[in-house]
């Protein structure tokens, strides 16, 4: 189902300029001074909700958190958990995921999340999965050397092709698991997105896989 847009979200998200950065550019190279600290930072691409991210910030203080979506229509949610939950080692971005690189520096993120993303199952739409390896290219520059991109999805199709674009890319693979709630993985599972809460309530697989840039 499809989020219609609310126009007061825009007005919203712009009032909580303490987590909202609303030009990211600006600090691209600078995100440590930002948070006012020298701790690893975390980026979740695509947060939506941001149940799972509000939840990691919220348990991992002496690391920060960077939230990315662009919808502002979803983002404002995330934005209040983060707001009731008194979180400061967390920031939000309204960006679209094509213009990544103008926001981070070369080996400016230690960890990338990509949580439930559109599977853009359609052959000729392949370019738009958030695993391509176009994508993963921007990632790779982005990211600090031996560290990794945390993949989920419910969606195999998309699974098994993130599996090949990470290999062919360079990327070593740990940690897969083609039924996440099934394993053994127990710290992986105990923080879920919105989305993810519902597909395990239904008894659906979740699939992950863990891709380090070496």
């Given at each position: 189902m499809r989020l219609r847009k609310k126009p007061w979200a825009k007005d919203e998200i712009v009032g909580y300029d303490k987590l909202v950065v609303l030009?990211?550019?600006?600090?691209?190279?600078?995100?440590n001074e930002w948070f006012g600290n020298n701790q690893p930072i975390h980026a979740e691409l695509g947060t939506g909700k941001g149940n799972f991210i509000t939840?990691?910030?919220?348990?991992?203080?002496s690391v920060n958190y960077i939230a990315v979506?662009?919808?502002e229509e979803v983002l404002i949610y995330a934005v209040r958990k983060a707001v009731q939950k008194g979180l400061t080692n967390i920031a939000f971005l309204w960006l679209n995921i094509n213009?990544?690189?103008?926001?981070?520096?070369?080996?400016?993120?230690?960890?990338i999340f990509l949580n439930f993303s559109d599977p853009w199952p359609k052959n000729r739409h392949a370019k738009?999965?958030?695993?391509?390896?176009?994508?993963?290219?921007?990632?790779?520059?982005?990211?600090?050397?031996?560290?990794?991109?945390?993949?989920?999805?419910?969606?195999?199709?998309?699974?098994?092709?993130?599996?090949n674009e990470f290999s062919d890319t360079g990327f070593r693979l740990k940690n897969i698991t083609f039924?996440?709630?099934?394993?053994?993985f127990e710290?992986?599972?105990?923080?879920?997105?919105?989305?993810?809460?519902?597909?395990?309530s239904r008894g659906m697989k979740i699939y992950r896989v863990e891709a380090i840039y070496q």
């Open positions: 030009e990211p550019e600006r600090y691209r190279g600078r995100w939840t990691l910030a919220e348990k991992n203080p979506e662009v919808r213009k990544i690189e103008e926001s981070f520096a070369e080996g400016e993120l230690s960890r738009r999965r958030l695993t391509h390896r176009e994508f993963l290219d921007k990632y790779k520059k982005i990211l600090v050397h031996g560290n990794e991109i945390h993949l989920k999805t419910d969606n195999e199709g998309l699974f098994e092709f993130s599996l039924d996440l709630h099934q394993s053994q710290e992986e599972k105990s923080v879920m997105t919105e989305y993810e809460q519902k597909f395990v």
